[in-house]
C-alpha cells in the first residue's frame, strides 16, 4: 500500500485458499491500512444513495444447485461422469471428439490424436464456441500443432465469446501474467460470481482443493493413500460402521458424498439417503444438511417448507450455523413470508456464536440496505472480519469493494487475486478429480493431460503436477508433442514452462527446480544468472536449499559477485531455516574457510575440482561397478577380501597368544621361571 506512516491498523489477515494447506504453496497475506479503511466513512456519507442498484453489488444469491454442465457449458463431465446424452447433433460431434482426445493421450496414439485434432477443427471452423476451446489448448500446449501462442490465445477470445467459462479461466490467467489487471479482473469476477453459486447457504463450503501427487521429487504416497474413494480401506472400515448402525459414521459417509471428499464421486442422492438415516438415529449435524439439501434442490426437488423444517430442527441443537439458513430463507421469502427483521435477527444470532456465515450475512444487509440503513463502513467490518474466519463468500464481496473502491480503496491487482481464489473453485475444478482418479488406476497420459488442461486454467497445484509428471515418468508420461511421441527436449521445455508458472504463483518447489535447470543445463542452456533469480525468487520463500546454492554461488562468483561474506550470510540462513541442513552447511563453512586463509592452495583447487570429479565417480560407480555382472565378481572379490582378514586376524592373535607366559610359568615375585 502506498501508505508508509507507523501508524496502521493491525489487520493482517491470512487466506484460507486452494494452496497454502500444501507446505509447498505460499500463503497470501492481505495488509489492510488505515487509508484503506478511512475511505468507507467519506464514500458512505457522500457517493452512495439509498438505491441497493447503484453499486452492481449482489444481492443474497439463489444458491439453486445445477449440474456442472449447465454452469460450465462445455465440460468435460458427459465423460467422465456420464449423465447426460448431448443436447444436439454438434455437441455430439464435440463430446465425440474430445473422447477421442483424452483416450489418444491415454494410449499415446498419435494418429488418433491428429484424427481427434481434425475433428475439432471442424466443429471450431463452424463456430462452436467449445471446440474453439480445446483448439486454443492444442495451439497452447503444441499437441498434434506446432505450438502457438497466438492462436492459442485468438481461440480462447473466441470461445469466451461464446460463452465457454474454461476459456475465460485462461485469458484471465493470461492477463493476469501481463499484470493487465483491468481486464484479467472483470473475467475473475464473473467466473467467482458462477463458482459462489455452488456455496451452501448455511455453512462454510469445504474447500477440496487439487491434491498434490508429489512431495518434492518423490510421490506423496500419504496424500493419494487418503484419495482412494470408496477403495480406500478407512472408508470401507467407516462404511461398514454405518451400515451397522453408528450414527456418526452415517453423517460422515453423507459429507463424503455430498461435496465428493478424498476421492469419493459426489452423489447427492447417496447423500440425502444417508442424511436421512443418520436423522433417524438422532444424529443432529444431518438435519442442517437435509435443509441445505432441499432449500438448494441437490439431488431432490426444491422444497423450502421441508427446509425450513429441518433447518428449524438443526437450530434448537444448537448448530448455530443453521440460524444462517434460517435467515436466508426470510431474506428471500422462500417457503415463508418474506421478513428482513426476523433475517437480521437470524443472522445475528448465527455471528454471535462465532458463525462466519452470520457476520458475512450482516455485512450483505449493511452494504444493500436491506431492513436497516445503509451502512458501507459497517458492512465492510463485518466483510473483513468473516474473510479473516476463512468465509469464502467474503472473499468475493471484498474483492468487489477492492475492485470498485466502494468500502475500500481501490486496489484492482488485489481484486484480481481475491476472485481467482474464489473462481477456482468453480465447477471446472472437477478437472482435477478426474486427474487424480486417472493417476490412481495407472493411466498417467490421461492424468497428464487433464492437470495440463486445468494447468491452462492458472491453477497451481495442476501446473507442478503435470511437471512432475513429466519429469518422473519420462516417455511413459505419453507426452504428445507437435509431431507424435514428444522427444527429450520436448518434454524438457514443457516441464520447464509448468515449473515456472507454478513457482510465480509462490512454489518455492518449482523456483528451486528451474533454478537447476538453469544452473545444470537441463533442457535447457546453462545461464547462472538466470539460476540466481530462481534461486532468489525461491529463497525469499525461505526455502534453505536455495539459501545454500546462493552462497555456493557467491563463494564461487558463479551468476553472483565473488563475496565470502555473503556467501556465510546464505549458508548461516540455510542452517536457520532448516536445522537439518547442519552437516552440508558446516562443510560448505569449512571450505570457505580454507579458501579465505589457504587463497591458491593445492587444497582450495580439490574442494573446486569436486563438483567435476563426483560426477565422473557417481557414473563410474553407476555404468561399471553397479553393471549386473561387475557388482557379482565385487562382491565376491569383498568377501574372499573379508575372510583373508579374518584368518590373517586369527593367525596373528594364536602366535601373539603363544608369547605370553601364563602364571604356573611365574614364580612368587611374577618373574619367568627358568629351565
Not at 183 to 189: E, I, P, Q, R
Not at 231 to 259: H, P, T, V, W
Not at 360 to 388: C, E
Not at 541 to 565: I, K, R, T, V
Amino acid at each position: 500500500m502506498r501508505n508508509r506512516r507507523t501508524r496502521k491498523i493491525s489487520l493482517v489477515l491470512l487466506l484460507l485458499t486452494l494452496l497454502p494447506i500444501s507446505t509447498l504453496g505460499r500463503q497470501l497475506v492481505l495488509v489492510l491500512s488505515q487509508d484503506d479503511l478511512k475511505e468507507a466513512a467519506t464514500v458512505d456519507s457522500t457517493t452512495l444513495t439509498d438505491d441497493v442498484s447503484d453499486t452492481g453489488f449482489d444481492d443474497f444469491i439463489d444458491s439453486e444447485a445445477k449440474p456442472d454442465y449447465v454452469l460450465d457449458p462445455g465440460s468435460w463431465s458427459p465423460i467422465f461422469e456420464p449423465a447426460i446424452s448431448p443436447s444436439d447433433q454438434l455437441e455430439g460431434a464435440y463430446y465425440n471428439a474430445v473422447s477421442k482426445i483424452v483416450k489418444a493421450y491415454s494410449r499415446g496414439d498419435e494418429r488418433a490424436m491428429e484424427e481427434a485434432a481434425r475433428e475439432i477443427e471442424t466443429a471450431a471452423a463452424s463456430g462452436h464456441p467449445h471446440a474453439q476451446s480445446i483448439l486454443g489448448f492444442l495451439y497452447g500446449m503444441g499437441i498434434g500443432r506446432e505450438r502457438n501462442k497466438a492462436k492459442a490465445f485468438l481461440y480462447h477470445h473466441f470461445a469466451a465469446e461464446g460463452g465457454n467459462m474454461q476459456s475465460k479461466m485462461t485469458l484471465a490467467y493470461t492477463y493476469s501474467r501481463q499484470e493487465m489487471h483491468d481486464k484479467a479482473v472483470k473475467l475473475y469476477a464473473e467466473l467467482a460470481e458462477v463458482a459462489i453459486n455452488s456455496f451452501l447457504i448455511s455453512k462454510d463450503s469445504p474447500v477440496i482443493e487439487p491434491v498434490r501427487i508429489h512431495s518434492g521429487a518423490e510421490e506423496n504416497k500419504e496424500a493419494l493413500r487418503k484419495s482412494r474413494g470408496e477403495e480406500d480401506e478407512d472408508f470401507q472400515i467407516l462404511e461398514y460402521q454405518a451400515q451397522k448402525g453408528n450414527a456418526g459414521a452415517m453423517y460422515r459417509i453423507g459429507i463424503f458424498y455430498y461435496f465428493g471428499l478424498r476421492g469419493v464421486r459426489r452423489d447427492h442422492t447417496k447423500a440425502l439417503s444417508w442424511f436421512l438415516k443418520a436423522v433417524e438415529k438422532g444424529e443432529a449435524r444431518s438435519m442442517e444438511l437435509l435443509g441445505e439439501i432441499y432449500a438448494r434442490g441437490a439431488g431432490v426437488e426444491r422444497n423450502f417448507t421441508k427446509a425450513l423444517e429441518w433447518l428449524t430442527l438443526a437450530s434448537k441443537q444448537q448448530l448455530y450455523s443453521a440460524y444462517n439458513g434460517l435467515g436466508y430463507l426470510y431474506v428471500k421469502g422462500y417457503g415463508v413470508e418474506k421478513n428482513y427483521t426476523k433475517a437480521k435477527e437470524y443472522f445475528e444470532k448465527a455471528a454471535d456464536n462465532e458463525e462466519a456465515g452470520g457476520l458475512y450475512n450482516l455485512g450483505v444487509m449493511y452494504l444493500k440496505g436491506i431492513g436497516v440503513k445503509r451502512d458501507v463502513k459497517v458492512a465492510s467490518k463485518y466483510f473483513i472480519t468473516a474473510f479473516d474466519a476463512g468465509q469464502p463468500k467474503a472473499f468475493y464481496q471484498l474483492a468487489k469493494m477492492f475492485q470498485t473502491g466502494v468500502g475500500l480503496k481501490k486496489n484492482v491487482p488485489l481484486a484480481s487475486a481475491l476472485y481467482k481464489l474464489v473462481a477456482e473453485r468453480g465447477p471446472w475444478s472437477s478437472l482435477s478429480r478426474w486427474a487424480l482418479e486417472s493417476y490412481l488406476r495407472g493411466d498417467v497420459g490421461r492424468a497428464f493431460l487433464l492437470y495440463s488442461r486445468m494447468a491452462e486454467l492458472g491453477y497451481e497445484i495442476a501446473q507442478s503436477n503435470a511437471a512432475w509428471i513429466l519429469d518422473k515418468y519420462g516417455e511413459k508420461s505419453m507426452c504428445l508433442g507437435e509431431s507424435g511421441i514428444c522427444s527429450d527436449e520436448e518434454r524438457h521445455q514443457r516441464s520447464h514452462a509448468l515449473w515456472w508458472q507454478a513457482s510465480e504463483q509462490g512454489n518455492e518447489h518449482a523456483a528451486l527446480l528451474i533454478g537447476d535447470a538453469y544452473y545444470y543445463g537441463r533442457g535447457t542452456e546453462r545461464d547462472y544468472d538466470r539460476a540466481a533469480e530462481a534461486y532468489m525468487h525461491a529463497k525469499s520463500q525461505s526455502n534453505a536449499q536455495a539459501m545454500f546454492n546462493l552462497g555456493y554461488m557467491h563463494e564461487h562468483g558463479q551468476g553472483l559477485p565473488f563475496d565470502l561474506h555473503l556467501a556465510k550470510r546464505y549458508y548461516d540462513q540455510a542452517l536457520e531455516v532448516d536445522r537439518s541442513a547442519k552437516l552440508p552447511v558446516t562443510l560448505a563453512l569449512a571450505s570457505l574457510w580454507i579458501r579465505k586463509n589457504y587463497a591458491d592452495s593445492i587444497l582450495v583447487h580439490v574442494i573446486d575440482s569436486l563438483p567435476e570429479v563426483y560426477p565422473k565417480v557417481e557414473a563410474w560407480v553407476e555404468d561399471v561397478l553397479m553393471e549386473e555382472g561387475n557388482a557379482t565378481i565385487l562382491t565376491l572379490f569383498v568377501c574372499l577380501l573379508t575372510v583373508l582378514y579374518l584368518r590373517e586376524r586369527q593367525r596373528r592373535n594364536v602366535a601373539a597368544a603363544g608369547e605370553v607366559a601364563f602364571p604356573h610359568q611365574l614364580g612368587d615375585q611374577g618373574v619367568p621361571v627358568g629351565n
